[in-house]
Structure formats: structure tokens, C-alpha cells
């Protein structure tokens, strides 16, 4: 098993199909070497724009190259990014252009920068504009799956990275299939949707669930926030009768809200929603912020447990 943040998982995917797609181009707001497009500079440096910190003008020229026929990444910290929205709504958003926005360095598992880098309410921005979608990939097979799809797939998205190593969770060959759930494990007592580096972290608090409690926990990865998998999670609803989102995100608005939504729809099964609980993060390390808000294993474990009491 190995552990890469998907912020190089992914750039490191993007350079190598660089040569693939002549209609790539990447921007970056002077955030490159975090960021990891400059991998994508060195292997097309024709191809790539610095623009300096900047964010607003980075989107809109990302946004007339795309009406120009590219399909233009734009790369910056996801705080950074996602607060230019006024100006992601009307230069992508309202004209349809094929801008993949990056937002690296996401939720409190940034660590030690504290809350000024952390973005949390980004999930929730993002999806409130029609035409974007919104993916958070678990691991470093998953981060080039969904790479590839982006390539080919026109239209606006935005893409939630991680600074942080996250372990990979899927075999070689695994394909994305946009707009669905990930089931990564069965289970009959209840489910854990996850996103993004807490996916890993469900799997590590099933295992401990079964062991301690002898619960059959199943886990679910929600790689595609927007559009969400409505007939995915009606099918969970009905086999299982609870479900926990987990994300590092805030936990209005995020992933269990999108799930949420479709459940006051189709009803079923019971629901929590788990991630940072309305709060500004701060600084530490990331393993120190995951256990403080309980989006480690044992915190995790504990919330479906309490959970099912109630």
C-alpha cells in the first residue's frame, strides 16, 4: 500500500497525458511547486502560464482559453481558489466554459498552516453553481482515473486535492464512473460514506467496529459529490439502517448534505452527518486535527457508535 497527498497523484497524471491532450493547458496563481502543476511545466512548458497571485485573473484567462477551444486546468490552495467564486460563477459557471478548477491543500489535514490555508466550505460553494460539478478523489489511483475523465469530459468542475499522504484504497484498474458511489466494502449494520482522505479512515473504522462491537460495517467512497448518486444512495437507504458521511469539510452544506438532500427525497434510512461541526480549523499537524474532530479511525468508530444508541 503506498501514500502520496492526490495533489501529486493527480499533477504527476495530468503531465503524463499532457502529450495525450494538445488541448491541455495548465495555470497556476504562484503556487506551482505545492501545488504540483509544475510537473505538468516540465513536460509542456509551451502549455503552462504562471500567473502570479492573482486568482481572479488566473480564472478568467482559464476561461477564454477555454472558449477558445482549450480545456484549461487552473491550480491554486483551495481557500485561495474557491474564494474568487463571484468571479467563478460568471466567467465558467454561467458560460458553460471547460474550466477544471484545482483546489489543492483542502480541510484541516493541511496542518500546521492553520485555518487562513484551510479551505472547509468550498464543497459547499461549488456545488450550489449549476453546470459544476464536484469531485474529491480517496487515493492515487483514483486522483488518475479521475484525471483522465476530466480530460475528456467538457464542462466546468472543480477538484478538492489533498496535502496530506493518503493511502491507496483501490486496485489497478479501477475506473471512475462519474456521478457514482465507490462501494469499497459490504455490510449490513451500517454504512460510512466517505470522501477524499476520510475514505481511508472508514475503512480502518469498520475494521475496528467489527472487531469491537461485531457490527458489519459497510464503507461507501463518494468520489462524485455533484451530481451525487441518487439511486445509489436510495439503494443504501433500503440496506442499511444507518449511514455516516464523513468529510473534512464543514459539516453544513459538504457531501452529507448532498446525501441528505436525496434521503428527505426517498427516505429510509437514518442519517448523521460527521465532518468539522461548524467551526474554523486551526493550527497542528494533520494526524493532530483528524483526531480532535474525529475524522481518525477511533473518532469515527466512537461517532457511529453513538450513532446507533440514539
Known amino acids: 500500500m503506498t501514500n502520496a497527498p492526490t495533489r501529486q497523484s493527480f499533477s504527476a497524471a495530468l503531465a503524463e497525458r499532457g502529450p495525450q491532450y494538445p488541448e491541455v493547458v ?4 504562484d503556487l506551482s511547486k505545492s501545488t504540483k502543476s509544475e510537473l505538468f511545466r516540465k513536460v509542456c512548458p509551451d502549455r503552462f502560464f504562471q500567473m502570479g497571485i492573482c486568482e481572479q485573473n488566473m480564472i478568467g484567462a482559464a476561461a477564454g482559453l477555454a472558449m477558445s477551444g482549450k480545456t484549461a486546468f487552473c491550480f491554486s490552495f483551495a481557500c485561495f481558489v474557491a474564494g474568487r467564486f463571484e468571479t467563478i460563477k460568471i466567467s465558467v459557471a454561467y458560460g458553460g466554459a471547460n474550466v477544471k478548477i484545482i483546489g489543492t491543500h483542502a480541510g484541516v489535514g493541511v496542518g500546521a498552516d492553520g485555518y487562513s490555508q484551510m479551505s472547509l466550505e468550498d464543497i459547499a460553494l461549488m456545488r450550489s453553481l449549476p453546470a459544476m460539478r464536484v469531485y474529491q478523489p480517496a487515493d492515487d489511483i483514483e486522483a488518475a482515473a479521475l484525471c483522465e475523465h476530466l480530460c475528456r469530459t467538457p464542462g ?3 477538484v478538492r486535492l489533498t496535502r496530506q499522504n493518503v493511502p491507496t484504497i483501490h486496485a489497478d484498474g ?3 464512473r462519474d456521478g457514482e458511489l465507490d462501494e469499497l466494502r459490504s455490510g449490513t449494520d451500517l454504512a460510512l460514506f466517505g470522501t477524499g482522505a476520510t475514505s481511508a479512515e472508514c475503512l480502518k473504522a469498520a475494521d475496528r467496529l467489527g472487531d469491537s462491537q461485531g457490527l458489519s460495517v459497510a464503507v461507501v467512497n463518494v468520489p462524485s459529490i455533484k451530481p451525487i448518486d441518487v439511486d445509489g444512495i436510495a439503494s443504501w437507504a433500503k440496506r442499511v439502517p444507518l449511514i455516516v458521511t464523513v468529510e473534512d469539510h464543514n459539516v453544513l452544506a459538504g457531501m452529507g448534505s448532498a446525501v441528505a438532500e436525496v ?3 426517498v427516505g429510509g434510512a437514518r442519517l448523521l452527518r460527521h465532518g468539522v461541526h461548524d467551526a474554523f480549523g486551526e493550527s497542528g499537524s494533520a494526524a493532530e486535527l483528524y483526531r480532535k ?5 477511533d473518532g469515527i468508530a466512537e461517532v457511529a457508535v453513538a450513532a446507533r444508541t440514539r
Not at 495548465?26 to 496563481?29: F, G, Q, T, W
Not at 474532530?293 to 479511525?297: N, S
Open 26 to 29: 495548465v495555470l497556476d496563481a
Open 156 to 158: 466546468p468542475a472543480y
Open 174 to 176: 479501477y475506473v471512475f
Open 263 to 265: 434521503l428527505a427525497e
Open 293 to 297: 474532530h474525529r475524522l481518525d479511525a
